[in-house]
Each structure stands twice: as C-alpha cells, then as structure tokens.
C-alpha cells in the first residue's frame, strides 16, 4: 500500500539575494515496506525534500506548492501539534545533527525511556527493556545505557540516536547520511540491522546519502536528485544497471565499484547550477557531455519506464549514451 506520496511539491527559501527554489514540482510515492535511496551531490536539494516531509523546514523556506500525503492524509494542513504527535512515533528522523540532540545533563536511559513513554502506554520496566533490545540491535552494550551523552564517541552517540529512532517502530524512518559518523564495516551492519528490523513489521525508510555504494547494499529504489528535480527514479539493481539519465550515468562512473573503492561524487567535472537563478531547459546540460541544443532551450519531459522514469531529450539514444559514458574518464 502507498504510505507516502508527494505531488508536484516545490519549495523555496528566502534569501538576501532572492528565492531559491531548492525543490521544483517532485513527484515521489513510497509503499509500505520499500527502502528508497534518495542521492544526489550537494546542494540539489535532498535535505530540504525531507525535512519538508517530517515539517521541519527552517524559518525562511516554505512549501510553495503541492501536496504530502502520508496514509493519505495530506501533512501540509496538519497544525504544528498534530504534526508533533506523528513525528517519532509514525515518522521518525535521523539525522547528522540529531547527535546534539542528546540532553548532556541526564543518562541516555532515561532520556530513552523518557521518549518511549511520552508516545506510548507502556511501564517504565519495558520501556527499559525495549532500551535494551535497541542497544543490542545497534551494536551498543546495554551497560552503557546508563551513561551520559559525554562518556560517548561520536559513532556512540549515532548508534543511540539510531535505537532512539527505531524505538516505536516508526511506519517510516527517514535518515539523513545516518551512518557516515561510523566506519565503513559497521555503516553496512547497522544498515542490515536498521533493514532487518523493518522487515519484521514492514516499515519503510527514505535513506539519504551521497554514497552509490550504501544505496546499492541497502535500499530497492532509488531516486537521483540534481539541481532541485529528481532526474531519475527506479528498481536500484535496474538504475545501476543500466542508468537512464547521463548524470545517474556519471554517478555510476563515480562508484567504479559499487562495493569496492570509491571515488567522490565531485569527478562529475563541473558544479550545480544555481538555484537563484530561473533555468532555462535541461539543469545537467552543462555538464552533460551529451547535451544538445534542445536541452538548452526546453525542458525534458518525463519518460515512464517499467517501475520507474527519468527526463532527458536524448531519451531514445539511451542505450547508445549509456555505452559512451561508461567509457568516459571521470
Ligand atoms: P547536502 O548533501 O550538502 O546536505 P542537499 O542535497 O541536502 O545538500 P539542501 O541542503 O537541501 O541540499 O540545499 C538545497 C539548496 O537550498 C542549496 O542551494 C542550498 O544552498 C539551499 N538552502 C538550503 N538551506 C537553506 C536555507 N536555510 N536558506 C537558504 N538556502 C538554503
């Protein structure tokens, strides 16, 4: 069943120098129980669409048009408290910055058993044997329940967020680069874990990161982002496969191994487009080494393909381009 979908949803921020439209007219749903990998590099947006959906854009950005439907009830009308009472408890967040989050001045049991408790009837006793079990499952010893946020490391302090996160088996998480405080190793097995558990009562995630390799272990969709616009969305194994979109082409260039070495994002050459400025046609075309005068002039429209959809002009040359970018020198 779809848990969440978003319509035609733009979002802008107000700035000194003018609006940005960070996010322009996304389309996007989620069934129960999918992993969807949202990736793109810097500054195309990513953070924005999600904090859009959990309502916690910062002061100067609004949703400008469109519609959030979570279980079919559209989240851009709820009232500040209502939308309190979904986070956490049906839509959860992870976040980089969530690790400031802990209150230095009490243990980080209490502060879970806290939290459990201000969402659900439940007993002291379980709420902290249900501490122990999320320590457990992110690989945290349940002695160290008892200790302050300062007794922690960085990737301490991630992993409690994480069983924070996952403490009333939110309908979906939405993590934002959860696990790049962590090493490699133990990135992909909390991921498994995080996966496994949601498995078990068919939660979703929206899994946001700049690293191909982590979508590829650990997420059954993938929607690319760049400059503001998702270019490109599908079956993870079908997009790595056989990418529709030169910039999921380039991405897939910059991960030569999916599980082995990486290079960065950054060897596509060239930067974003800025978003101040309105833009004209296709917004990869100046980077694309396939760009054509066309993608200057109009933009592309949307092609559906089984499962999935991207834009660009050269849509019916895919096959061919696909060939050409993979033996690009990134
Ligand atoms: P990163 O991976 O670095 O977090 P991102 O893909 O999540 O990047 P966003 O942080 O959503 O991208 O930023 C999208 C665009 O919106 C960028 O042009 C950014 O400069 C701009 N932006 C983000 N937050 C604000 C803000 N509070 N005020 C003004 N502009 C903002």
């Known amino acids: 069943m779809k848990l969440l979908e978003l319509n035609n949803v733009s979002i802008d921020y107000k700035t000194i120098e003018g609006n940005i439209r960070a996010v322009d007219k996304i389309c996007l749903s989620i069934e129960d129980g999918e992993i969807l990998g949202l990736v793109g590099e810097s500054g195309c947006g990513k953070t924005t669409l999600i904090k859009s ?18 279980e079919n009830e559209n989240l851009l009308k709820l009232t500040k408290d209502e939308m309190r009472k979904k986070r956490w408890k049906d839509i959860s967040m992870i976040t980089q910055s969530a690790m400031n989050s802990l209150n230095p001045v009490y243990k980080i049991s209490w502060q879970i058993v806290e939290a459990i408790q201000a969402h659900k009837e439940i007993s002291k006793e379980d709420a902290y044997k249900r501490a122990e079990e999320l320590f457990e499952l992110v690989g945290l010893e349940k ?7 300062h007794q922690y490391s960085g990737g301490m302090k991630q992993r409690a967020i994480i069983a924070m996160a996952l403490a009333l088996n939110p309908k979906i998480i939405i993590a934002d680069e959860p696990t790049t405080a962590l090493d490699v190793i133990v990135q992909s097995q909390i991921l498994e874990r995080i ?10 995630m929206i899994l946001v990161t700049h690293d191909m390799s ?4 650990t997420c059954t969709k993938v929607a690319v982002m760049y400059g503001g616009k998702i270019v490109e969305y599908g079956e993870v194994n079908q997009v790595f496969k056989e990418p529709n979109h030169p910039y999921t082409m380039g991405l897939k260039n ?11 994002l950054i060897s596509i050459p060239g930067i974003p487009p800025n978003l101040l400025n309105e833009i004209k046609g296709c917004r990869f075309k100046d980077r694309c080494p396939f760009s054509i005068e066309k993608c200057s ?3 592309p429209k949307k092609t559906n393909i089984e ?11 895919r096959e061919k381009l696909r060939v050409l970018a993979s033996k690009q020198e990134t």
Do not use: M, W
Not at 254 to 264: H, I, Q, R, T, Y
């Open 53 to 70: 959906i959990i309502g916690l854009l910062p002061q100067n950005g609004t949703v400008a048009e469109g519609e959030i439907f979570f």
């Open 254 to 264: 910059a991960f030569p191994s999916l599980v082995g070495e990486k290079n960065d």
């Open 143 to 149: 002695g160290r329940l008892n200790d302050y946020p």
């Open 297 to 299: 002039q109009e933009n």
């Open 214 to 217: 982590v979508i590829a272990q």
């Open 195 to 204: 996966n496994k558990l949601l498995e078990n009562y068919q939660g979703s």
């Open 307 to 317: 499962e999935g959809f991207f834009y660009c002009h050269r849509e019916e040359e």
